[in-house]
């Protein structure tokens, strides 16, 4: 019996708890560190240039794989963090300062300040050399950083070369962040491509025996992400919007008259031009 009533006792103690609990409102604790926060540190001339980019577009650039908060709190950053799977997913760093400030500096007047900040990644990570998958990419997204390689490269480009390599970044994250918010304004979109042969050709796997084929032209196809394929596969919805993203970013004023021959691709970069000047600064 006394069991019986400890029970009912410890019952109705959690059941006001919880009654307590459903009606209080929840509310941030404040306790929770501000990890991809940028810290002023005015005696490192590098990281007193990333702190004024934080301050003015809110963009956390690192050239290191480790945020420190203080001596005592510290997280990785975790480039290759996946939500189902760990990427295969590596990098060589750099620790040349001049280099990394000639970096920041084209992060912040070729990149960060041309798109709008929602579609900012979490932080972007610098470094000379990224792998993925053993395959040397210049940009690769993770959800919690965005790697940008060439470090040691950037400040040495042309102008041109600096335009073309910030239109292939702002493209990496804004394809995404349309991608993931805009997929009813994106329908039209696939759906040129989607005319041409009359069934859904994206992410497929081609072949001589693929209609189309491994060696037809991906401008065929409504597609400017190559020349062909070889027993490999046409691109996802998200490569293929990516390329058109970085077009864009790039203003070639030649581009309509270069694929003047390719009806579905012009459609398919007005629609993109279109909805991109709404993110665009």
């Known amino acids: 019996m006394k069991n019986i009533l400890l029970f009912y006792a410890i019952w109705s103690c959690l059941f006001v708890a919880c009654n307590n609990e459903e009606n209080d409102t929840l509310s941030p604790s404040g306790l929770e560190p501000e990890w991809f926060a940028i810290q002023?540190?005015?005696?490192?001339?590098?990281?007193?240039?990333?702190?004024?980019?934080?301050?003015?577009?809110?963009?956390?650039?690192?050239?290191?794989?480790?945020?420190?908060?203080?001596?005592?709190?510290?997280?990785?950053l975790n480039a290759d963090y996946e939500i189902t799977i760990k990427k295969n997913v590596t990098y060589a760093k750099s620790h040349d300062e001049k280099e990394l400030s000639a970096c920041v500096?084209?992060?912040?007047?070729?990149?960060?300040?041309?798109?709008?900040?929602?579609?900012?990644?979490?932080?972007?990570?610098?470094?000379?050399?990224?792998w993925d998958n053993k395959v040397i990419v210049?940009?690769?997204?993770?959800?919690?950083?965005?790697?940008?390689?060439?470090?040691?490269?950037?400040?040495?480009?042309?102008?041109?070369?600096?335009?073309?390599?910030?239109?292939?970044?702002?493209?990496?994250?804004?394809?995404?962040?349309?991608?993931?918010?805009?997929?009813?304004?994106?329908?039209?979109?696939?759906?040129?491509?989607?005319?041409?042969?009359g069934k859904d050709i994206y992410a497929m796997y081609l072949s001589k025996y693929t209609e189309p084929t491994n060696t037809t032209p991906f401008e065929d196809f409504s597609m400017i992400?190559?020349?062909?394929?070889?027993?490999?596969?046409?691109?996802s919805q998200l490569q293929d919007l990516e390329m058109f993203v970085s077009k864009i970013f790039l203003d070639d004023p030649a581009f309509e008259t270069t694929y003047g021959d390719y009806p579905p691709i012009l459609k398919k970069f007005r629609?993109?031009?279109e909805l991109v000047k709404k993110y665009r600064k």
Not at 66 to 72: E, F, G, H, P, Y
Not at 106 to 125: I, N, Q
Not at 176 to 193: G, N, R
Request: one cysteine or more; proline letters at 4%; a negative charge.
């Open 225 to 235: 992400t190559g020349t062909g394929c070889e027993s490999g596969y046409t691109p």
């Open 40 to 76: 002023d540190n005015p005696n490192n001339e590098l990281d007193h240039l990333i702190y004024t980019v934080y301050q003015t577009y809110g963009a956390s650039i690192f050239y290191k794989d480790t945020i420190w908060l203080d001596n005592n709190r510290f997280t990785p």
């Open 138 to 197: 210049d940009v690769y997204k993770g959800l919690r950083t965005t790697i940008v390689s060439n470090a040691q490269k950037i400040g040495k480009m042309t102008p041109s070369e600096q335009k073309e390599f910030a239109a292939k970044v702002i493209a990496k994250d804004l394809s995404y962040y349309l991608f993931e918010h805009c997929d009813e304004a994106l329908q039209p979109f696939y759906k040129i491509t989607y005319d041409v042969y």
């Open 271 to 273: 629609l993109i031009k």
């Open 105 to 130: 500096s084209f992060m912040r007047d070729l990149v960060v300040s041309k798109f709008d900040g929602d579609a900012l990644p979490l932080s972007y990570l610098l470094v000379d050399t990224c």
